[in-house]
């Protein structure tokens, strides 16, 4: 369908439905607002009218579930996942818009104007080493081909025009890595309080040069509308209610963190890189948004995209793929559940092989047969419990490339681990079936209980 994408519509449409609760107390932002977000979630987000220390309204928890994160693009959530996968390989070109009468352009502060305090930047946990932006889409360009990577980076609070940033071994790091060695800094447009179609496309798992707006216009149905910046070379999404412009130093790092993150530990302090920020444009009463880190809004916007991402990697290894889990448990990043028809002994290890190559951050795969539900941990245990031996249907790998922020690995290095609980294909399957109490789908207890 044909939508634009505008995050003060989504959340008319939240609060229509009673999932954002309006906060009109004031709270600090320094671990209250995120007490009483996290209190809030998974069932409702927040609209914090007042915050101390700031004239703007923050957000928080603006989709919480799968079927959220669909219909905020219009989709039921098997449609989104099919939506992905497309757009992924057919993108859909941006439209450049003069900046001129915008709304992002209301407030422009450049140079000795800037002032990072005025944003009600959030203490998330109680060891964090400060404030955190934590929901800005962070947009550079190739030094060489020009071409937009969109990404979300966690992004410390130093001073009136400094940020600290924890650059991981990707997209954002690899341009940034070309930059300096050509003694340049990278200029860089952090963009706040965004729609969430434009939060799912930058966590596409891509090839570097695919622009994730053009993956965002795809799930949208409609190129996203951008603008281009003050005083960097580049274009920013026209609905954004904050802009932040700057460039990532070259040959600085300085102490960032410790940041409580997805897996529910600290990420420990340590020299980081340094964005200086040049400008900050913004609407003339804008809507600060923030993502509490291993909440449900933090965990399913990685989620989501690495499983079409995976789901489109194992098809080519075997088309009985039924569908794929990665588990809130595992921050929704190292735990996988695969539901597959398998048909031939050995598809379902492949289709393991095939979720392993799709994300360094996988860690543990269970394979299961469509029998079982792959969202109730109870049943994949089940099938753990029931069809695995672990001389014949578990297999480890040693040493592969994984995320450092996972406090066993050592320093980013991990071992693997597949479980194939799928009944073998040559077995009796009457011997693995599980038992059923006839008619109890259709047994409803308001017809027996007084």
């Not at 979630?41 to 309204?57: K, R, W």
């Not at 905020?72 to 859909?92: I, R, V």
């Not at 920020?277 to 933090?298: K, L, N």
Request: glycine share 8%; with cysteine; charged share 25%.
């Amino acid at each position: 369908m044909l939508m634009k994408p505008i995050l003060r519509d989504w959340l008319k449409e939240l609060e229509s439905q009673g999932t954002l609760k309006k906060i009109h107390k004031t709270v600090s932002p320094i671990h209250e607002l995120a007490a009483v977000g996290k209190k809030l979630e998974p069932d409702c987000g927040a609209l914090f009218e007042h915050v101390e220390g700031s004239d703007m309204p923050v957000l928080t928890g603006i989709v919480t579930s799968r079927e959220a994160i669909a219909r905020s693009m219009g989709l039921t959530y098997p449609q989104l996942m099919e939506k992905f996968t497309e757009a992924l390989s057919n993108l859909t070109p941006c439209r450049i818009v003069d900046g001129a009468g915008l709304a992002v352009k209301e407030r422009i502060m450049i140079g000795d104007q800037v002032d990072l305090g005025m944003l009600p930047a959030c203490v998330h946990h109680e060891k964090d080493g400060g404030r955190y932006l934590t929901a800005a889409l962070c947009i550079t360009k190739d030094p060489e081909t020009g071409i937009r990577n969109v990404a979300i980076h966690r992004h410390e609070i130093r001073d009136r025009n400094h940020l600290g940033a924890l650059l991981l071994p990707r997209h954002t790091n690899q341009l940034f890595n070309m930059a300096e060695a050509a003694g340049r800094p990278l200029e860089i447009a952090l963009a706040i309080g965004v729609h969430p179609s434009l939060l799912l496309a930058s966590q596409a798992t891509t090839q570097l040069g695919v622009d994730e707006f053009e993956i965002g216009g795809t799930l949208l149905g409609e190129p996203v509308e951008l603008t281009r910046c003050e005083t960097v070379d580049i274009e920013v999404p026209v609905e954004s209610e904050i802009i932040l412009e700057g460039r990532i130093l070259p040959h600085v790092r300085e102490a960032e963190g410790p940041f409580g993150e997805y897996p529910r530990t600290y990420g420990p302090e340590a020299p980081r890189h340094v964005i200086e920020i040049t400008a900050v444009t913004c609407r003339s009463q804008p809507y600060y948004h923030t993502i509490i880190p291993a909440t449900m809004e933090h965990l399913l916007l990685g989620a989501v995209s690495r499983e079409a991402t995976m789901m489109q990697l194992i098809r080519q290894a075997t088309p009985n793929i039924k569908n794929v889990h990665i588990t809130p448990a595992s921050g929704c990043r190292y735990h996988v559940v695969l539901q597959i028809a398998q048909k031939y002994e050995g598809e379902a290890k492949n289709a393991m092989f095939a979720a392993f190559a799709s994300s360094t951050e996988i860690k543990h795969v269970v394979a299961v047969d469509t029998d079982i539900d792959i969202y109730d941990p109870q049943d994949v245990e089940w099938a753990i419990a029931n069809r695995v031996q672990a001389s014949r249907d578990v297999f480890v790998i040693s040493g592969a490339m994984g995320n450092k922020l996972d406090p066993s690995s050592n320093h980013g290095t991990s071992d693997k681990m597949g479980i194939d609980a799928t009944i073998p294909v040559d077995a009796d399957r009457a011997r693995y079936e599980k038992i059923r109490i006839s008619g109890f789908d259709h047994v409803d207890l308001r017809d027996y209980l007084d």
